[in-house]
């Protein structure tokens, strides 16, 4: 199984990026995809996740900023981030979770928001 982000980068404030990540290999029953990020000294928080069916949370500090979707055909999930601020940088992960209770991650995409 293989988990691959893509999409992070430099960007000033005001900004937008689009994650992607796409998983392939022996995944059966994804349940859901999300978004975590992690900044130097900080814990991994969710950022937002969607369902198979299509409902999403996000974390109150992107709601309006930030949207995911999803291609269940393609299992490939999207964070698209407008008016990106510089406490949004970090680290983002992806990650898939199994209705077999399997959870994945990838290795990371490094998204830097200058002032």
Do not use: H
């Not at 900080?42 to 369902?51: G, M, P, W, Y």
């Not at 999207?78 to 990838?106: F, H, R």
Request: aromatic share 10%; with cysteine.
């Amino acid at each position: 199984v293989q988990v691959v982000e893509s999409g992070g980068g430099l960007v000033q404030a005001g900004g937008s990026l689009r994650l992607c990540c796409a998983a392939s290999g022996s995944i059966f029953g994804i349940r859901a995809m999300a978004w975590y990020r992690q900044a130097p000294g900080k814990q991994r928080e969710l950022v937002a996740r969607i369902t198979s069916l299509g409902s999403t949370n996000y974390a109150d500090s992107v709601k309006g900023r930030f949207t995911i979707s999803r291609d269940n055909a393609k299992n490939t999930v999207y964070l698209q981030m407008i008016s990106l601020k510089p406490e949004d940088t970090a680290v983002y992960y992806c990650n898939v979770d199994t209705w077999t209770q399997s959870d994945y991650w990838g290795q990371g995409t490094q998204v830097t928001v200058s002032s």
